[in-house]
């Protein structure tokens, strides 16, 4: 049978994946960030996922305003990276699990996610970014890829409570799955940071660090906190941490911190990153 | 919507071309159109424009997100001052959370230190530097 066997949360700063792509990554800026990201990669190096589930937003690249959906599923055969205005990434493409792919929607469709299914699609940085993270620039990504794309810059945008039981939800989903993989699950964005406006730049520490502690213990409370709390103390772009629901939701509700990181900055945003395991696992 | 065809290589040089008549092909208002040939970047925003939209232009310009913030903070900050604020730990959340909060503080006669959003003063102080101070 599938397993689930662990979550990853990670911001999908754009700008880390630049740092990645130019070989910049031990300059004085970036070296501390990309420290912190070692115990991450070494974590996924041995668990050794054969699938992961990548949850992020797009951002106004693959979707645009003719086609907002709240959920898309990515079940086609492979996500090649978007030109998202400096030409395509130099990164593999992501090849899917379209069988994985489709027992996931049939699952979640019957579970009452009605989400969208989408067999072509190009992929951002919301997604290139975090396989970047945890593997660093291999000439294939050593992982099956699904993308699980949210809207999360066009209001309205789905609840924390929605996001989490959706996890819950793709956890049911990998538990009956008959085939001997083993998954694991991405949640990114975030954590605070305001691209626009005259509070741009905005960075709320000690927020992120009680959410992050909050996140680990006592999730299905940070779920109900209300996004314009989000927007209002962690910036209208910080209201991505809720994509973290999802992978949270997928684990037990009692789990082990493998790795815990947090950088100001990483360009305008305050770079989180999470590792966690199941408490119990066997 | 006009950002959004920015993606394509072919369209970037149509623009570059002859920004205003490459505008002539979308339903955008006269100050919409102001506001993208004059670069008025918080103007885009509050005509309608999202930054994930708008950055696509700040992207054609060459500028990086840093530049955009900048332009946004609406208070002649530099790129340079932005970076600042940043590596010092970024814009504080005290005195930037809502006007409510700040019409309160205000109200309360709370000492008004933090960076309201009407106030100039953005950038926080950073000790030992001999770097200007946004000017308002």
């Given at each position: 049978?599938?397993?689930?066997?662990?979550?990853?949360?990670?911001?999908?700063?754009?700008?880390?994946?630049?740092?990645?792509?130019?070989?910049?990554?031990?300059?004085?800026?970036?070296?501390?960030?990309?420290?912190?990201?070692?115990?991450?990669?070494?974590?996924?190096?041995?668990?050794?996922?054969?699938?992961?589930?990548?949850?992020?937003?797009?951002?106004?690249?693959?979707?645009?305003?003719?086609?907002?959906?709240?959920?898309?599923?990515?079940?086609?055969?492979?996500?090649?990276?978007?030109?998202?205005?400096?030409?395509?990434?130099?990164?593999?493409?992501?090849?899917?699990?379209?069988?994985?792919?489709?027992?996931?929607a049939e699952?979640l469709i019957q579970d009452?996610f009605d989400l969208?299914?989408?067999?072509?699609?190009?992929?951002?940085?919301?997604?290139?970014?975090?396989?970047?993270?945890?593997?660093?620039?291999?000439?294939?990504?050593?992982?099956?890829?699904?993308?699980?794309?949210?809207?999360?810059?066009?209001?309205?945008?789905?609840?924390?409570?929605?996001?989490?039981?959706?996890?819950?939800?793709?956890?049911?989903?990998?538990?009956?799955?008959?085939?001997?993989?083993?998954?694991?699950?991405?949640?990114?964005?975030?954590?605070?940071?305001?691209?626009?406006?005259?509070?741009?730049?905005?960075?709320?520490?000690?927020?992120?660090?009680?959410?992050?502690?909050?996140?680990?213990?006592?999730?299905?409370?940070?779920?109900?906190?209300?996004?314009?709390?989000?927007?209002?103390?962690?910036?209208?772009?910080?209201?991505?941490?809720?994509?973290?629901?999802?992978?949270?939701?997928?684990?037990?509700?009692?789990?082990?911190?493998?790795?815990?990181?947090?950088?100001?900055?990483?360009?305008?945003?305050?770079?989180?990153?999470?590792?966690?395991?199941?408490?119990?696992?066997? | 919507?006009?950002?959004?065809?920015?993606?394509?290589?072919?369209?970037?040089?149509?623009?570059?071309?002859?920004?205003?008549?490459?505008?002539?092909?979308?339903?955008?208002?006269?100050?919409?159109?102001?506001?993208?040939?004059?670069?008025?970047?918080?103007?885009?925003?509050?005509?309608?424009?999202?930054?994930?939209?708008?950055?696509?232009?700040?992207?054609?310009?060459?500028?990086?997100?840093?530049?955009?913030?900048?332009?946004?903070?609406?208070?002649?900050?530099?790129?340079?001052?932005?970076?600042?604020?940043?590596?010092?730990?970024?814009?504080?959340?005290?005195?930037?959370?809502?006007?409510?909060?700040?019409?309160?503080?205000?109200?309360?006669?709370?000492?008004?230190?933090?960076?309201?959003?009407?106030?100039?003063?953005?950038?926080?102080?950073?000790?030992?530097?001999?770097?200007?101070?946004?000017?308002?």
């Open positions: 049978m599938a397993k689930l066997i662990g979550g990853l949360g990670t911001s999908h700063v754009p700008s880390i994946g630049a740092a990645v792509d130019h070989g910049k990554t031990q300059e004085p800026y970036w070296k501390p960030v990309f420290d912190g990201m070692l115990a991450a990669k070494d974590w996924i190096r041995a668990v050794k996922p054969d699938v992961c589930i990548v949850v992020y937003n797009d951002h106004a690249s693959r979707f645009a305003l003719d086609l907002i959906p709240t959920f898309a599923l990515g079940v086609g055969a492979s996500f090649a990276p978007h030109d998202e205005g400096f030409g395509p990434r130099p990164v593999p493409v992501a090849e899917g699990d379209p069988e994985f792919a489709w027992h996931l699952s009452d969208t299914i989408v067999n072509e699609m190009t992929v951002d940085h919301g997604l290139t970014v975090p396989l970047s993270i945890a593997f660093g620039q291999p000439e294939v990504w050593p992982c099956r890829v699904i993308p699980l794309c949210v809207n999360m810059i066009q209001y309205p945008q789905p609840s924390g409570k929605r996001c989490y039981r959706l996890g819950q939800a793709i956890r049911r989903a990998i538990d009956r799955y008959p085939a001997d993989i083993r998954v694991a699950i991405f949640g990114t964005g975030g954590l605070s940071h305001q691209l626009q406006g005259e509070r741009a730049g905005l960075i709320n520490r000690e927020y992120d660090q009680q959410w992050l502690d909050r996140f680990i213990r006592e999730p299905s409370e940070v779920a109900a906190i209300p996004a314009v709390e989000l927007m209002r103390e962690t910036g209208s772009e910080g209201i991505e941490c809720t994509m973290w629901l999802v992978m949270r939701g997928a684990l037990d509700e009692q789990v082990r911190v493998v790795h815990r990181f947090y950088h100001v900055p990483a360009s305008n945003t305050a770079y989180g990153l999470l590792v966690l395991e199941n408490a119990t696992s066997d | 919507m006009f950002c959004k065809t920015l993606d394509l290589a072919s369209n970037r040089e149509l623009f570059r071309q002859d920004p205003a008549q490459y505008l002539d092909r979308f339903p955008i208002t006269d100050a919409q159109r102001r506001a993208v040939l004059e670069r008025d970047w918080l103007g885009m925003l509050r005509l309608g424009g999202n930054i994930y939209y708008t950055f696509k232009l700040a992207i054609f310009d060459g500028m990086t997100m840093q530049h955009a913030g900048a332009a946004m903070s609406g208070t002649g900050m530099t790129v340079e001052d932005f970076r600042a604020m940043m590596a010092a730990g970024g814009r504080p959340i005290e005195g930037n959370r809502s006007r409510l909060e700040n019409s309160l503080r205000q109200a309360s006669g709370a000492e008004a230190s933090g960076t309201a959003l009407a106030q100039p003063q953005a950038v926080p102080e950073s000790s030992g530097s001999d770097r200007e101070p946004a000017h308002g």
